[in-house]
């Protein structure tokens, strides 16, 4: 359950971004986890709340944004929605697919107090 890493992750750079700007309370930590990034979602939020408590993410409302999957066919370069990374272009039916979005995993916005 990498999950878990991730959230320590998350608490750790959002800590650190506090401390930076000289704050103690966060109050919102917007995240992009894309529906590709291999995140299992109900893991990521058992994670958070348990980890959340006693730490700088405690009393912050936690928004996560989860952007679809989408892929470029190489070969005609249409753009079509994906659910996983095996498929082909809805278009001219290439394999030759290149991903771009849904991948993200990232701490997207940290609002302070």
Known sequence: M???SIVLNIIELVAMEAKKSGVERVTEVRLEIGQLSGVEYDSLEFALKNLAP??????A???????????????????????????S???CSSFDLEIIKGRELRVKSITID
Do not use: M
């Open 54 to 59: 006693g730490s700088i993410i405690e009393s």
């Open 89 to 91: 272009c809805n278009l």
């Open 2 to 4: 990498h999950e878990l």
């Open 61 to 87: 409302e936690i928004i996560i944004d989860k952007p679809v999957g989408t892929a470029r066919c190489v070969k005609c370069d249409y753009e079509f929605a994906i659910e996983n990374f095996i498929g």
